[in-house]
T-cell receptor, first 110, second 113 residues
Framework: NAGVTQTPKFRILKIGQSMTLQCTQD?????MYWYRQDPGMGLKLIYY???????DKGEVPNGYNVSRSTTEDFPLRLELAAPSQTSVYFC?????????FGQGTRLTVV | AQSVTQPDIHITVSEGASLELRCNYS??????LFWYVQSPGQGLQLLLK??????LVQGIKGFEAEFKRSQSSFNLRKPSVHWSDAAEYFC???????????FGTGTRLQVFP
């Protein structure tokens, strides 16, 4: 089983550039999430979705956008990248019994 | 507001010793509680969860956790630690009893041979 797949694994962006972090899951989960992980801070929820066409903000949504056109895919868009967005990003999906996480995308903004 | 506190940033134990990682939560009702483990460079793996019922829950890899409402705690335990248990451990509460997780800051476990 592939589970939750994130691409790319690593990326370096210049300030002001934009990019999309891809996330796909093959477990037919309705719920999907994006978190960012910073050293010593745990993980913070950026956006989440309860099903195709429905998204909502989490704790730290500024500077990000999401869409959910299918059950499987939940891309995260960074517009005008800033150094504060340097982080490790995790996508997760769940069935209301505990979330399954992808392997993460390590993003550096320089 | 819901929150999770993991008071120990770093714990070191000898292989074969017992382990207890502390977790305290702040939540008005009975919370959904989780423990996750993260190996270096990896994603998070669910160790165990508590929703209701028996307050002692068993998880994977020989871990267990006990929900104590009176102490607002959900401590993770293992009777005998293996070198492969070295990792970072995160306690989390499900916001509004969902899988929208509020994480603690994590405890890094180091295991000495």
């Amino acid at each position: 089983n592939a589970g939750v797949t994130q691409t790319p694994k690593f990326r370096i962006l210049k300030i002001g550039q934009s990019m999309t972090l891809q996330c796909t899951q093959d477990m037919n989960h309705n719920y999907m999430y994006w978190y960012r992980q910073d050293p010593g801070m745990g993980l913070k929820l950026i956006y989440y979705s309860v099903g195709a066409g429905i998204t909502d903000k989490g704790e730290v949504p500024n500077g990000y956008n999401v869409s959910r056109s299918t059950t499987e895919d939940f891309p995260l868009r960074l517009e005008l990248a800033a150094p504060s967005q340097t982080s490790v990003y995790f996508c997760a999906s769940s069935y209301q019994g505990g979330a399954f996480f992808g392997q993460g995308t390590r993003l550096t903004v320089v | 507001a819901q929150s999770v506190t993991q008071p120990d940033i770093h714990i070191t134990v000898s292989e074969g010793a017992s382990l207890e990682l502390r977790c305290n939560y702040s939540y008005g009702a009975t919370p959904y509680l989780f423990w996750y483990v993260q190996s270096p460079g990896q994603g998070l793996q669910l160790l165990l969860k508590y929703f209701s019922g028996d307050t002692l829950v068993q998880g994977i890899k020989g871990f267990e956790a006990e929900f104590k409402r009176s102490q607002s705690s959900f401590n993770l335990r293992k009777p005998s630690v293996h070198w492969s248990d070295a990792a970072e451990y995160f306690c989390a509460v499900g916001a509004d009893n969902t899988d929208k997780l509020i994480f603690g800051t994590g405890t890094r476990l180091q295991v000495f041979p």
